[in-house]
């Protein structure tokens, strides 16, 4: 009894013990949450002025300031950074150390930029992302091909914003709208196009006036759904195709072996698969496929009209039953 019990309290004791520290953590990491979270010093000196719309400057022999505007494409939203997927680094984890140095030295103009196989290539870490595959699929879409060593990776991954995805099947509205926003941010904004091409920037409105719907369409199935060529190995497909080559018939889509099981569906795909055996649930819950929900009702409908035959055919037999009996004992 006494042995039970203090086993009992040795429980407790433990529980205690481990409870405290759990409140802490909870109570130190709302505390931390709410000072914007960036620790570093000198990260912060560089905000100071590429996070704000403002700058200043000093004269050092007169002392005068001047307050200055700061260019617009040169402004760091320090929130956005900080909850960045790279936002736990130095500005200088990546940018040459000159950049401490205040005007800017004009060597900082020639830095070298990494690259994201400098960091990521053959990681072992990161093999569930197929960095390899995604970099040879991007080597030949219509980008690489075209504009050459102007246009990178970071083209289309804002290196102080660029978050990895939230797969939730819930944020399903959100992944398309962040992922198109990388392509309208040069497609849909002359100032970065201009950048790569003498060309005038084609009116996407105006180039997808054949399909019907066109902003329910551009909210529920991303740019590279229609514009990339799938590849199994990899999530997000990355061989963007010329405009030419591109997905325009609607059955690709409106059908139940739907393209978007392969693309925008996948990660639930998976996920769906995993669990239940079966990935058909994706198309009832997530969004409509004509063809899908069709097949759904055909399936219902035919099972009840093969339970009523049955019931025919039991009825049927039971009344020639009956009448043969009563002719028989006739
Ligand atoms: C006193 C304000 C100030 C501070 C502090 C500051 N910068 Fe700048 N930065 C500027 C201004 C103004 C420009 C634009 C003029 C120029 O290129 O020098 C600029 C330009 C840049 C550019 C080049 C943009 C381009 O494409 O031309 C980079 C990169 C940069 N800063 C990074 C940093 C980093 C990293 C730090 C911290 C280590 C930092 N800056 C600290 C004001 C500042
Ligand atoms: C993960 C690497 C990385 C980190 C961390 C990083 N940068 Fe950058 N930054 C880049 C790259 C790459 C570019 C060039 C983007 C391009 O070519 O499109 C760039 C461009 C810039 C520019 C030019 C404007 C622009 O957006 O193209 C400024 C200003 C800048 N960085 C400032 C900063 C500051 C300030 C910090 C820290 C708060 C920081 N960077 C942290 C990689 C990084
Ligand atoms: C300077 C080195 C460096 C560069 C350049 C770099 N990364 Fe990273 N990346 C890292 C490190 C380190 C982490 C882990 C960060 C962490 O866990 O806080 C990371 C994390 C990631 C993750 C998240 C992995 C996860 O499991 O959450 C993705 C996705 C990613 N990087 C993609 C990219 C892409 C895309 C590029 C180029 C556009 C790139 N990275 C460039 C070093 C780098
Ligand atoms: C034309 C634009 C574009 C280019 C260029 C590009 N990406 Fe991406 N990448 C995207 C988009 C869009 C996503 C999906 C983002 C989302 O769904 O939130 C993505 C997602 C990713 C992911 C995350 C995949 C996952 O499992 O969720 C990685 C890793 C990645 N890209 C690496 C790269 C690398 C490495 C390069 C260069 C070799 C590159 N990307 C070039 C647009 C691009
Ligand atoms: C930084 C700017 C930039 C970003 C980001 C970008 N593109 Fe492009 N894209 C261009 C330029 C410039 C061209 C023109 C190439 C040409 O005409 O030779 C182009 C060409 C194309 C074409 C071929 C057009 C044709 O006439 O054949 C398609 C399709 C395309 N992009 C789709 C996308 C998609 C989808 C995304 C996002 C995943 C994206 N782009 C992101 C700049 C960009
Ligand atoms: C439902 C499929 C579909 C979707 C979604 C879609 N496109 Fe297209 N897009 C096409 C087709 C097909 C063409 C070729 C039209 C033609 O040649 O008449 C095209 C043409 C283009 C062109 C070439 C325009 C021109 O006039 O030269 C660009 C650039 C482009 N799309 C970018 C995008 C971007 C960026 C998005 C996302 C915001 C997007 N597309 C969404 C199917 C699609
Ligand atoms: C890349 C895949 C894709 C392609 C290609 C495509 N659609 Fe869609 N379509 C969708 C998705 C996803 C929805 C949104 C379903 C939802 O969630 O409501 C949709 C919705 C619709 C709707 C419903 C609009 C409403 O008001 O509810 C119509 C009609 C439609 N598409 C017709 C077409 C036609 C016609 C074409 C060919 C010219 C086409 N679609 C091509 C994916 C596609």
């Not at 009992?8 to 000072?35: D, Y």
């Not at 409105?205 to 740019?223: A, D, G, M, T």
């Not at 497909?237 to 997905?247: K, M, T």
Request: proline share 3%; net charge negative.
């Amino acid at each position: 009894m006494r042995d039970w019990f203090r086993n009992r309290r040795g429980g407790r004791l433990i529980f205690i013990a481990g409870f405290i520290p759990l409140l802490f953590t909870i109570f130190l990491s709302t505390a931390s949450e709410q000072e914007v979270a960036i620790a570093d010093e000198e990260t912060r000196h560089c905000l100071s002025c590429h996070g704000s719309y403002k700058y200043q400057l000093t004269d050092t022999v007169t002392g005068d300031v001047a307050t200055l505007k700061m260019h617009s494409d040169l402004f760091i939203d320090p929130l956005a950074y900080s909850n960045a997927t790279h936002g736990t680094f130095k500005c200088t984890d990546c940018h040459s150390a000159d950049y401490t140095i205040h005007p800017h030295p004009i060597s900082t103009k020639f830095e070298l930029q990494y690259a994201c196989m400098d960091c990521h290539g053959g990681d072992e870490m990161y093999a569930s992302f197929h960095f390899e595959t995604i970099e040879e699929e991007y080597l030949k879409s219509i980008h690489a091909t075209e504009l050459g060593d102007e246009f990178t990776c970071w083209s289309c991954h804002n290196p102080h914003t660029y978050k990895l995805s939230d797969k939730q099947p819930g944020q399903l509205v959100n992944r398309v709208a962040m992922n198109n926003a990388a392509c309208l941010n040069c497609h849909g904004n002359i100032d970065n196009y201009a950048v790569l091409i003498e060309k005038e920037l084609p009116d996407l409105i105006k180039s997808h006036e054949w399909l019907p719907n066109q902003s329910l369409h551009f909210r529920k199935v991303r740019c590279i759904d229609c514009h990339a060529a799938n590849n199994d190995s990899i999530l997000v497909a990355h061989f963007v195709l010329p405009a030419d080559q591109s997905v325009r018939n609607c059955v690709e889509c409106h059908s139940t072996n739907s393209i978007l099981m392969a693309s925008l569906y996948k990660h639930q795909a998976v996920e769906k698969r995993n669990s239940l055996g079966f990935y058909n649930g994706v198309i009832m819950n997530e969004a409509y496929v004509i063809g899908a929900n069709r097949n759904y009702y055909l399936n219902i409908a035919s099972i009840v009209i093969f339970i009523m035959v049955l019931i025919g055919i039991a009825i049927h037999a039971t009344l020639r039953y009956i009448h043969r009996h009563k002719r028989h004992g006739n």
